[in-house]
T-cell receptor, first 113, second 112 residues
Framework: AQSVTQPDIHITVSEGASLELRCNYS??????LFWYVQSPGQGLQLLLK??????LVQGIKGFEAEFKRSQSSFNLRKPSVHWSDAAEYFC???????????FGQGTRLTINP | NAGVTQTPKFQVLKTGQSMTLQCAQD?????MSWYRQDPGMGLRLIHY???????DQGEVPNGYNVSRSTTEDFPLRLLSAAPSQTSVYFC???FGGGNTIYFGEGSWLTVV
């Protein structure tokens, strides 16, 4: 069965520092992979997605993610975080043509000033 | 263009009561789905629909009912609310085929 693991429940970084959020997936076929961000009390916003092609994917708000098939990973990165990046981040794998999403547990990001 | 609209945003129910969470989208999307979000568990799929008149179960369907009589609407019914159904519920929609899935802003439900 498909699953997604986000090993870090909570991460704290200083403003201006680099960020990497980890995501590992288990899926038998070629995965469709997503990163969503959720601000407190809000819905989910798509940051980026990977379906095929270039394994380094650029998203909104300066985020990028790299798909590594050999490691079953899709880690999210940002070179320099801003206080407004504080939120919860979810990695997800899409099944059945990417219309059903299986989510990881989420990583809560705190930014120190 | 309102996107995906969920109502109500907040609701408190007593155990055993029934209610319907409404979801509407104005993007002519074929695919619609309901997820619930619980602390430490991410979002889990409750039910989904690939078009009007077609619905199917997701990962956690027990205690919930859905129907899809129109393309625009996909209501989620709680038949007899239980405290375990206290959660945040999200409706989502898309064109399918790998297109972006759009989420509503969520409905916070507390069952006492």
């Amino acid at each position: 069965a498909q699953s997604v693991t986000q090993p870090d429940i909570h991460i704290t970084v200083s403003e201006g520092a680099s960020l990497e959020l980890r995501c590992n997936y288990s899926y038998g076929a070629t995965p469709y992979l997503f990163w969503y961000v959720q601000s407190p009390g809000q819905g989910l916003q798509l940051l980026l997605k990977y379906f095929s092609g270039d394994t380094l994917v650029q998203g909104i708000k300066g985020f990028e993610a790299e798909f590594k098939r050999s490691q079953s990973s899709f880690n999210l990165r940002k070179p320099s975080v801003h206080w407004s990046d504080a939120a919860e981040y979810f990695c997800a794998v899409g099944v059945q043509g990417a219309q059903k999403l299986v989510f990881g547990q989420g990583t809560r990001l705190t930014i120190n000033p | 263009n309102a996107g995906v609209t969920q109502t109500p945003k907040f609701q408190v129910l007593k155990t055993g009561q029934s209610m319907t969470l409404q979801c509407a989208q104005d993007m002519n999307h074929e695919y619609m789905s309901w997820y619930r979000q619980d602390p430490g568990m991410g979002l889990r799929l409750i039910h989904y629909s690939v078009g009007a008149g077609i619905t199917d179960q997701g990962e956690v369907p027990n205690g919930y009912n859905v129907s899809r009589s129109t393309t625009e609407d996909f209501p989620l019914r709680l038949l007899s609310a239980a405290p375990s159904q206290t959660s945040v519920y999200f409706c989502a929609s898309s064109f399918g085929g790998g297109n972006t899935i759009y989420f509503g802003e969520g409905s916070w439900l507390t069952v006492v």
